[in-house]
């Protein structure tokens, strides 16, 4: 099993910046993969930026020279770095675990981008 807690959301204007934060229980090593996904109302939940235990990533189309995922490994800890933020980026963002036993996910962080 894996808990995911994430954090860093909030009420930005556009163009301005985030990072979100997932502190995973066990040792980031042992993932598979983990990634960033985001939800908006009446929507279905798209992956935003994956990043695998060899380090390689992945960005959807949307999140591309705006986003940037990273961890640390010794904090077990992913981050999603979010610059020139939209208010198409608003959404509930989700982190995601992916072991062989399956997915896990954490409670989400509510990012809001609004003048």
């Known amino acids: 099993q894996v808990q995911l807690v994430e954090s860093g959301g909030g009420l930005v204007q556009p163009g301005e910046s985030l990072r979100l934060s997932c502190a995973a229980s066990?040792?980031?090593?042992?993932?598979?993969?983990m990634g960033w996904y985001r939800q908006a109302p009446g929507k279905q939940r798209n992956m935003v930026a994956a990043?695998?235990?060899?380090?390689?990533?992945t960005y959807a189309d949307s999140a591309k020279g705006r986003f940037t995922i990273s961890r640390d490994i010794a904090k077990n800890t992913v981050y999603l770095q979010m610059n020139s933020l939209k208010p198409d980026d608003t959404a509930v963002y989700y982190c995601n675990a992916a072991v062989i036993s399956g997915n896990y996910w954490g409670q989400g962080t509510q990012v809001t981008v609004s003048s």
């Open positions: 066990r040792n980031i090593f042992s993932i598979n993969t």
């Open positions: 990043i695998t235990s060899r380090g390689s990533t």
